[in-house]
């Protein structure tokens, strides 16, 4: 049976998508298709559907949604590594490994990253790049709805990478979005006394499931960056501050919550043209080391995968609530004007 169109999540612009049919395309030269069996909503999703655009990833009209796993349903000419029902799970981008960036083993900043949306969809074309560089077969025993979640997870591999945390030491995660809770999963794995900063009540009890030493609700603090230098060792401040929100004052407080000769890492995005203030004199003689980072590399999404797939992050609890292709826009847009508290939706063609 021939299938001509197939249903999808298009973005239009500014708060502005719709569920349409379109059409079902043949892959091409080094490209698969997928049937999308679950797909997962993000940040950077909502953060898109409220600008309307995404300056490197996405310009309307385009489908829309980039975090998911399926099934191979066809293959492109000169595809020899994948099969029809391979699950799989691809990311969203793939480097050039020919630029600057690439070849001094800075793939995220690749000059030529591509990337890919189309995940809120029946199914999804990926382009040989990607196919070839950044797409990884799940095993049986990986619920596709985990796979999913290996992007952002990806992203806070490779952050830790940039920035990493040892044994023993004493980090503070401020913010318990998704991302948020990855960082803290993985900071107790590898050994951390972790300080989990947030607002809702449940993350905060999810944070403590992964493991987090003590929690804080921002809400409940007068000071919260005296009660976070209360709460470490000599009352000196985190060894690594881990910001996790995004927002010019939270990057703000990171800053302040660091010992000296402590790392604050810069990972949540703010919006263009944010500044902050920097207390030069502290910066220069507390030896305070300040390290953002950005999106992911091959090598991190397939330490995601392994992480996923050996259960050592609790993918499950991450998700909380199943819903269909046709809520996908009234979800985006409860998410946009914060009437609905959710971690992560999984999206069930």
């Known amino acids: 049976m021939t299938i001509n169109t197939m249903r999808a999540v298009v973005l239009h612009g500014k708060e502005n998508v719709a569920i349409e049919e379109v059409p079902v395309l043949s892959p091409g030269v080094g490209e698969v298709r997928i049937k999308v069996e679950r797909a997962l909503t993000c940040g ?7 600008r309307g655009h995404h300056a490197r990833m996405i310009q309307p009209p385009a489908l829309f949604g980039h975090e998911f796993a399926g099934v191979i349903e066809a293959v492109g000419s000169d595809v020899d590594e994948w099969n029809v029902g391979d699950r799989v799970v691809a990311a969203n981008s793939a480097p050039c490994d020919n630029c600057f960036y690439c070849l001094h083993g800075r793939q995220e900043l690749c000059e030529d990253l591509l990337f890919f949306n189309g995940a809120f969809a029946e199914r999804a074309i990926i382009p040989g790049r990607i196919a070839a560089k950044n797409m990884l077969r799940v095993s049986s025993n990986t619920p596709l709805e985990c796979a999913a979640m290996c992007e952002p997870l990806a992203c806070v591999v490779r952050s ?17 979005g998704p991302i948020g809770l990855m960082f803290v999963r993985l900071c107790v794995l590898a050994g951390c006394s972790v300080i989990a900063v947030g607002r809702r009540e449940a993350r905060l009890r999810l944070a403590s499931k992964f493991g987090a030493t003590e929690t804080l609700n921002i809400d409940e603090q007068d000071d919260v960056v005296s009660k976070v230098r ?42 263009a043209g944010s500044t902050i203030t920097l207390d030069t004199a502290r910066l220069h003689y507390d030896e305070v080391t300040l390290r953002a980072s950005f999106h992911h590399t091959p090598t ?3 330490r995601a995968l392994q992480l996923i797939s050996n ?9 909380s609530t199943h819903i269909s292709l046709d809520e996908v826009p009234r979800i ?14 999984c999206v069930v063609s």
């Open 230 to 271: 209360d709460c470490t060792p000599g009352t000196f401040g985190a060894d690594v501050v881990i910001e996790a929100i995004g927002t010019p004052e939270a990057w703000s407080s990171a800053i302040a919550m660091v010992r000296k000769a402590g790392t604050v890492n810069l990972f949540g995005g703010c919006s």
């Open 300 to 302: 991190s999404f397939r």
């Open 311 to 319: 259960s050592e992050v609790k993918a499950p609890s991450l998700i």
């Open 160 to 176: 830790l990478e940039l920035a990493p945390v040892e044994p023993g030491s004493t980090v503070v995660v401020l913010g318990l």
């Open 44 to 50: 950077t999703d909502v953060k898109v559907f409220r």
């Open 332 to 345: 985006l847009r409860e998410l946009a004007d914060g009437e609905l508290d959710i971690i992560k939706a």
